[in-house]
Nanobody
Framework: QVQLVESGGGLVQAGGSLRLSCAAS????????MRWYRQAPGKQREMVAA???????NYADSVKGRFTISRDNAKNTVYLQMNSLKPEDTAVYYC?????????????WGQGTQVTVSS
């Protein structure tokens, strides 16, 4: 049984910062790519940032220079540091992880955490 638990969302004023965390627990043998997605009301889910097992990163153009993805492999945790937040960053943020549980590689999703940026 694998579980992804997210935390760190909330309400912040424009220009502020938040740090999201997503911790994977359970029968985990290995973790490959880890990603953050977001979904705003009435919009499709979009990838925000991704990090490989070796630390390579990729960002959506809309967040480059403002968001930083990182991971702690010892804790099976991925982070998203969000700075200079804008009202258009308001969305539910989801973590997404490729992991091996008992020899079975699958994609897992977190439950989502709400981020609201007020103007």
């Amino acid at each position: 049984q694998v579980q992804l638990v997210e935390s760190g969302g909330g309400l912040v004023q424009a220009g502020g910062s938040l740090r999201l965390s997503c911790a994977a627990s359970g029968s985990i043998f290995s973790i490959n790519n880890m990603r953050w997605y977001r979904q705003a009301p009435g919009k499709q889910r979009e990838m925000v940032a991704a990090i490989t097992s070796s630390g390579g990163t990729n960002y959506a153009d809309s967040v480059k220079g403002r968001f930083t993805i990182s991971r702690d492999n010892a804790k099976n945790t991925v982070y998203l540091q969000m700075n200079s937040l804008k009202p258009e960053d308001t969305a539910v943020y989801y973590c997404n992880v490729d992991l091996d549980s008992w020899g079975d590689w699958s994609l897992y999703w977190g439950q989502g955490t709400q981020v609201t940026v007020s103007s």
